[in-house]
């Protein structure tokens, strides 16, 4: 495996690569849900580029920037395990020369939920992608779908933006018990690691109380919040039921598909989970 730290040495890596080329982007601290989707990319794309930049731009003020987990040696060598062809780790200076003051804003998608309670982070991620795809030319990106609203961001940037290059969402890896995979999982203590799984239990309940004939829109809401509830160390910050395309909340009677999420705060680690609700 190649490992690239400037967009020079990336170039040159590149030259005349076997198509399609996919992309993978990451902040490292890689599991399993990382390497799920470079597998994923491994199985279509003969060129795989993994890039792992910590993005500064999509973490707010009072956010965990400085703090965020880091382990670059360990990362390499869970690619090259993995099969990545090109390891991209460039510097913030790489990404963002002197005196950069560019940035991409996609409207609407980013208003609701994550965007709403983190103000400038869909611009901070939709920048960082958008350069990427312009450093790498990938024909196919890979994104996970724990994260729902920033995979719709993405999708419509691309879109709106004429990139030729196709979006592919991955399913979300969990633990035995349930609990999304996650880079901030490691910031839990064992007791609110044990409470965590709550979180998917309590979508999986909303799920089991739609397909049994529920449609109530805030109806399904409350099963979440209830199961989350019974856990002492839990905060949640919000359970949403929403248009799967446009993320608007929905009221009433409700017709699939719709996405069911949810963020909630255990400590330190503010954890994101959703299911989408299929007829």
């Known amino acids: 495996m190649i490992v690239a730290r400037t967009i020079a040495d990336l170039h040159a890596a590149l030259r005349a690569p076997a198509a399609p080329v996919g992309l993978v982007p990451t902040m490292g601290y890689l599991h399993e849900g990382h390497l799920s989707l470079v597998e994923a990319a491994r199985s279509e794309c003969p060129t795989v580029i993994v890039s792992i930049f910590v993005n500064p731009t999509q973490f707010g003020p009072n956010e965990d920037f400085e703090d965020y987990p880091r382990d670059e040696e360990r990362d390499l060598e869970l690619l090259a395990d993995a099969g ?6 460039p510097s913030a200076e790489e990404i963002y020369p002197p005196g950069d003051s560019t940035r991409v804003r996609v409207g609407g998608l980013t208003e609701v939920l994550e965007g709403e309670r983190r103000p400038g982070h869909f611009e901070g991620v939709a920048t960082v992608v958008s350069r990427l795809y312009l450093i ?18 993405l999708r419509r940037m691309t879109a709106d933006m004429q990139f030729p290059i196709e979006v592919v969402g991955c399913p979300t890896v969990r633990e035995p018990d349930g609990l999304a995979l996650s880079s901030r999982n490691i910031y839990l203590t064992p007791e609110e690691r044990a409470q965590a799984p709550a979180l998917h239990a309590g979508l999986r309940a909303a799920v089991e109380a739609f397909e049994g004939g ?5 109806a399904l809401r409350a099963v979440v919040r209830d199961r989350i509830a019974a856990q002492p ?30 963020a909630v705060r255990f400590g330190a680690a503010r954890l994101i989970d959703n299911v989408t609700l299929r007829a």
């Open 136 to 153: 790498v030319a990938p024909d196919r990106a890979y994104f996970g779908e724990k994260d729902a609203q920033q995979l719709a961001v």
């Open 233 to 262: 160390l839990a905060e949640v910050d919000y359970v949403s039921l929403a248009h799967s395309e446009t993320l608007a909340e929905l009221e009433g009677l409700i017709k699939p598909p719709a996405l069911l999420s949810l």
């Open 84 to 89: 990545a062809h090109i390891a991209f780790v």
């Open 214 to 218: 529920v449609r109530d829109a805030s």
